[in-house]
């Protein structure tokens, strides 16, 4: 078929492009960059054509790099995956072979050279090129040859050239021994891999590729220490091996003390296994590392007592991977005989448990003395064990370091001597105990008292009290001289101990009561003097209760005077919780046997000195004595001295109560009337319904509709006056002024001390309050102008209802009784509104209504 024209135009352009590209390679023959362009016109022509015009270049250019890696790739192509029997792969070696005449320093060249061999399965000729390579490249660029060598090898299939080719591997790259121990490990070599682990547990310098730590490693050779024992090199101590492991990693103990026994057991040797166990269980130092060494224990002696049944009950002898029955002397052990003995091991290490553990917990801390005592109750039965348990005990707790009463372990160990009847051996015990050393004196103390107490229960009292004599331990001394010596003895002791100033107030008391028992009462009050002298508040304060009680039980009031002294000095320097109880018990020696003014003085006393929450009390007891031995008149000004004196409003509100409820009593209506309106100051009508509760009864029947309704006013001028003393500091919090205390508010609500003559009744005067006015109707007057002030607020508010008014301007007089300090803002209505003025009528009415059907 004829071609067409573009064809022809096109095979024209390509000759042309030819002759262009040899037109430069003539001239230029050593030129890289025009044999590079020549062969990329020529893409698309056969791999023959190519082929010549890369070996034109090549012998001209044999030293480049571009030229052969090229040349060579498009051969590698051409072989397309038929390495075994395309002869083109022939071809490629000898391309390669040519290349690596000029260019055997590039490892790009051998790296593929090597691949193409490998893929053509030539494995001499794979090691000799890899040995060739080695020897060609500098040793810079041996680490681009060492993993492809090593990988080769490995997956040959030869097993010593594989070898081979890692040790001298590691040789250049220490790190790669663990890749090494992994192939040995997996190939079955053991020993060769514990070797090589060995070095890599002493190389300090070997950081492993897969960031294993040393533990890691030294365990992982301790494992193929122990399961491969026969594996283990001669020249290799693997027990000390791996004894050194035990102080090296402490966390490991008890998993290499097994490994280390599980390596005599494989070894065959259970007799050297048996006491790698028995080391390990009688020195580790954790419950953990017990728990694991005692187990493996048990499971070892249970296997090899099951292995010996299993061959009893097959009826064979002695196998060499059982353990041979000992010979005793000239007698051989039966197999029979052996196997009880194994069993009765197994039993005894049960037993013996408890016990191993308790020698745990005591390594871990030998001062410890709670688990002496759990351990010597585990070997109570034991008289010898018991005793050297104790014994052991003693000598290693120190004092300065032990947790515990160290005093406890040598009464224990002298107890555990008199439970058996052996007194004299308790005594050398408690003599010894007498002569250690203890933190501190009071341990000493408990000896001795222990060892007291054993002599007494024995029924050896002279012996009792030769030890309390030589102890000084003076509350059991100056007990056992109370008991068993005479009274001068006794009396002499407790001279002796109050001269010292060792003495306790329970001391003091029982030296007291033993004298009065024994009819010294002088001398009994004269030990109190002794006491009080050396004691104070508050340990003092059982000496001087039962000092006084006993003097009042005693002389009563035939020395009187004496007792008031007594008293007074008691008083002088008592705490106000303690003088409470001395004041009442004055009052009381005066009530009695001294003046029953002397007594209102005491109990007036008591009300002036008592705290805050005990005052109220304090008053009412006073007014209710002065009311008992005076009468109701002579109760009066100790009233009104306890709302002037008392702290807290609830505290006024119930003595006004109180006191209004003595005027009513005598008749004094219009004065219950001023207390109760001198007291509705105090009283919050949201949260003190009592007070005007009361004060409505009272006005239903005393009052009238006039009095009645001015209580009604009152309540609610004081609520508003509240409400608006609340509101008003709010407000000031909100602008940063001053806020008044309670005590300001109540000086400014009575209009300036009027509020300390409303329980009088007392009147105004003309230049107070225009005209003679009473406290209750300046109460009235205020609460009025507080409610035309509060209804006037929205009619001034109506221009602009978001501002706040702070006019500090004050029409009123202060004497008034006004809220000047607490107005200053005037309260809006929508605090009180139409339903405050509705609440209110409808509670006049109400109560109105009440009163006229009462009435």
């Known amino acids: 078929m004829p071609a067409t024209p573009a064809q022809r135009l096109e095979a024209l352009l390509a000759g042309v492009d030819h002759c262009a590209h040899e037109a430069e390679v003539t001239r230029n023959p050593f030129s890289v960059k025009a044999w590079l362009a020549y062969l990329e016109a020529k893409n698309d022509s056969a791999h023959g054509e190519r082929r010549l015009i890369f070996e034109r270049a090549l012998r001209l250019v044999p030293r480049s790099y571009k030229l052969w890696y090229a040349y060579l790739g498009e051969l590698e192509v051409a072989v397309r995956d038929r390495w075994t029997t395309s002869g083109r792969a022939k071809t490629l070696v000898g391309a390669y072979e040519r290349a690596l005449l000029s260019c055997n320093k590039f490892p790009r060249i051998w790296l593929d050279y090597l691949a193409c061999l490998r893929k053509m399965g030539l494995g001499s000729e794979v090691r000799r090129a890899f040995d060739r390579c080695l020897m060609a490249l500098p040793i810079t660029q041996h680490h681009h040859v060492w993993p492809e060598f090593v990988e080769w090898a490995s997956e040959f299939g030869v097993v010593e050239a594989a070898v081979i080719a890692h040790r001298r591997w590691v040789m250049y790259e220490p790190n790669g021994r663990e890749a090494f121990v992994d192939y040995l490990a997996a190939q079955g070599r053991h020993g060769d891999a514990i070797v090589e682990l060995v070095k890599i547990c002493e190389d300090d310098d070997f950081a492993s590729p897969s960031g294993k730590s040393r533990h890691q490693l030294w365990m992982r050779l301790c494992d193929l220490c122990a399961a491969h024992p026969e594996a283990a090199p001669r020249s290799l101590d693997v027990d000390a091996l791996i004894r050194s492991g035990l102080a090296r990693f402490t966390d490991e103990v008890g998993k290499l003390w097994c490994k280390l026994a599980d390596y005599y057991i494989r070894l065959g040797d259970f007799e050297d296994a048996r006491d790698v166990y028995e080391e390990a269980v009688t020195t580790v130092v954790t419950v953990r590392d017990f728990s694991l060494a005692f187990d493996a224990y048990a499971q070892f002696e249970e296997s090899v007592i099951a292995a010996k049944m299993k061959l009893l009950e097959d009826g064979g002898g002695d196998s060499e991977e059982e353990e041979a ?384 309704r001015d209580m009604l006013r009152v309540k609610r001028s004081v609520e508003t006056a509240r409400s608006g003393a609340v509101y008003a500091a709010d407000n000031l919090l909100k602008t940063d002024m001053p806020v008044m205390t309670d005590a300001e508010a109540r000086a400014k609500l009575d209009g300036g001390g009027a509020g300390d003559d409303a329980g009088r009744g007392v009147k105004r005067g003309a230049d107070e309050g225009g005209a003679a006015e009473t406290e209750m109707e300046a109460l009235e007057r205020q609460a009025a102008r507080i409610v035309d002030a509060a209804a006037a607020a929205p009619q001034a508010k109506a221009a602009d209802p978001n501002e706040i008014d702070l006019d500090d301007d004050d029409d009123d007089d202060e004497g008034e009784g006004t809220l000047v300090g607490l107005a200053v803002k005037p309260i809006p209505a929508a605090v009180f509104g139409s339903a405050a003025d509705q609440r209110g009528e409808e509670a006049d009415v109400g109560a109105l209504a009440r009163f006229r059907a009462k009435a």
């Open 325 to 708: 029955p000992p010979d005793i002397g000239t007698f051989r052990v039966t197999d029979e005989l052996d196997l009880e003995l194994r069993l009765a091991r197994l039993e005894r290490l049960m037993t013996r448990r408890p016990l191993l553990l308790s020698s745990v917990v005591l390594r871990q801390n030998p001062h410890n003395v709670k688990e002496w005592h759990a351990r010597a109750a585990l070997v109570a039965d034991d008289p010898a064990e018991a005793v050297a348990c104790y014994g052991d005990a003693v000598k290693t707790v120190d004092p300065a370091r032990a947790t515990g009463k160290v005093e406890s372990l040598w009464i224990a160990f002298a107890r555990y001597y008199e439970d058996r009847g052996d007194l004299a051996n308790a005594r050398v015990v408690f003599d010894k105990a007498c002569a250690a050393d203890f933190r501190g004196a009071d341990d000493l103390a408990a000896v001795y008292c222990a060892w007291a107490e054993m002599e007494l229960r024995g029924g050896h009292h002279d012996a009792a009290l030769d030890v309390a004599r030589r102890a000084c331990v003076w509350a059991l001394y100056l007990d056992l001289e109370e008991s068993l010596g005479t009274l001068e003895e006794a009396r002499a002791a407790y001279d002796r101990c109050l001269e010292l100033k060792v003495a306790t107030p329970a001391i003091v008391l029982n030296y007291a009561r033993m004298l009065d028992d024994a009819g010294y009462h002088e001398a009994s009050f004269g030990a109190y003097e002794r006491g009080v002298a050396l004691f104070r508040w508050p340990h003092v304060r059982e000496l001087w209760s039962a000092y006084l009680g006993a003097f009042v039980a005693r002389f009563g009031g035939s020395k009187l005077e004496r007792a008031r002294d007594l008293y007074e000095q008691a008083l002088r320097k008592a705490p106000p919780a303690d003088a409470a109880k001395l004041y009442v018990d004055y009052a009381k020696l005066e009530e009695t046997h001294g003046l029953a003014r002397r007594a209102a003085a005491v109990y007036e006393r008591a009300a002036q000195a008592a705290p805050d929450e005990a005052q109220f009390d304090a008053y009412a007891l006073y007014a209710a004595k002065v009311e008992r031995a005076f009468g109701a008149a002579k109760a009066r000004p100790v009233y009104e001295a306890a709302v002037a004196a008392l702290r807290r409003d609830g505290d006024v509100t119930r003595m006004c109560l109180k006191f209004a409820a003595l005027e009513r009593a005598l008749g004094e209506v219009d004065r219950a009337r001023g207390v109760l309106a001198h007291g509705a100051q105090f009283a919050d009508p949201n949260l003190d319904d009592h007070y005007w509760a009361t004060w409505r009864d009272f006005e239903v029947h005393h009052g009238n509709e006039d009095t009645f």
